[in-house]
T-cell receptor, first 112, second 117 residues
C-alpha cells in the first residue's frame, strides 16, 4: 500500500515569511494529492489538491507543486498570517481507489 | 461542517467495554470513512464504505468493526476496548462524482475523543 512521509513535523515562521511543507509518497500509481488544514480543536478541512496531470496549482497565498519523477509534493504558503497556524496534512491515493493515506502532519506556528 | 455529525463527542470508558461511535450525514454522499488520529501519526483509515452493502478494511481495522445501516449512517464499534484505542476518531464522507476542482473532497465530522482507562 501507499506510504506517505511528511516533513517537517513542526515549523515556526515569522508573520509575512513563507512556509514550505514537503511530502513523499511510495506508490507511483498515486495520482491525487490533497492537503488538509486542521485548526486546534477542529476538524480537518481540504485547502488545496492536485492531480498528477499538473505540476503546480495555486489558490491565492497557497500553492502545491508535484514532482512525479521524484514522487514528492510540497505545500507553499506565502505571506503567512497568524491564522495560518494549524496542523497541515498531506495525503496521496490512486484516483480509482479510496484508501487514502495521510502524512503524519506538520504543526505550523506563525509568530506575529 | 454541520452536515456531518458524530455522537458522542467525548467518551470515557473502561478496558473490556463495548463502545459504539455514531456518524450521520445529510450531504447525500455515498462514501463514508472512519479515521483514527493520534499525535504524530496523522490520520489512519480504519474502515470505509461505498454504499450500504459495502464495507472495506483500511490500514488499521484490527479491534474495530463497522456497520452501514443506511446511506446516511455509519457506526464504528470497539467490541472490547483497550487503552491503546484511546484516540480522536473522525468520520468523513465524500461524493462518488468527481465534479469541479476539488475531486472527491472528504468532509470530516467534528470528531469523538475516546479515552479507554
Amino acid at each position: 500500500g501507499e506510504n506517505v512521509e511528511q516533513h517537517p513535523s513542526t515549523l515556526s515562521v515569522q508573520e509575512g515569511d513563507s512556509a514550505v511543507i514537503k511530502c513523499t509518497y511510495s506508490d507511483s500509481a498515486s495520482n491525487y494529492f490533497p492537503w488538509y488544514k486542521q485548526e486546534l480543536g477542529k476538524r480537518p478541512q481540504l485547502i488545496i489538491d492536485i492531480r498528477s496531470n499538473v505540476g503546480e496549482k495555486k489558490d491565492q497565498r497557497i500553492a502545491v507543486t508535484l514532482n512525479k519523477t521524484a514522487k514528492h509534493f510540497s505545500l507553499h504558503i506565502t505571506e503567512t498570517q497568524p491564522e495560518d497556524s494549524a496542523v497541515y496534512f498531506c495525503a496521496a491515493r490512486y484516483v480509482g481507489d479510496n484508501d487514502m493515506r495521510f502524512g503524519a502532519g506538520t504543526r505550523l506556528t506563525v509568530k506575529p | 461542517d454541520a452536515d456531518v455529525t458524530q455522537t458522542p463527542r467525548n467518551r470515557i470508558t473502561k478496558t473490556g467495554k463495548r463502545i459504539m461511535l455514531e456518524c450521520s450525514q445529510t450531504k447525500g454522499h455515498d462514501r463514508m470513512y472512519w479515521y483514527r488520529q493520534d499525535p504524530g501519526l496523522g490520520l489512519q483509515l480504519i474502515y470505509y464504505s461505498f454504499d450500504v452493502k459495502d464495507i472495506n478494511k483500511g490500514e488499521i481495522s484490527d479491534g474495530y468493526s463497522v456497520s452501514r445501516q443506511a446511506q446516511a449512517k455509519f457506526s464504528l464499534s470497539l467490541e472490547s476496548a483497550i487503552p491503546n484505542q484511546t484516540a480522536l476518531y473522525f468520520c468523513a464522507t465524500s461524493d462518488r462524482t468527481s465534479g469541479g476542482a476539488r475531486y472527491n473532497e472528504q468532509f470530516f465530522g467534528p470528531g469523538t475523543r475516546l479515552t479507554v482507562l
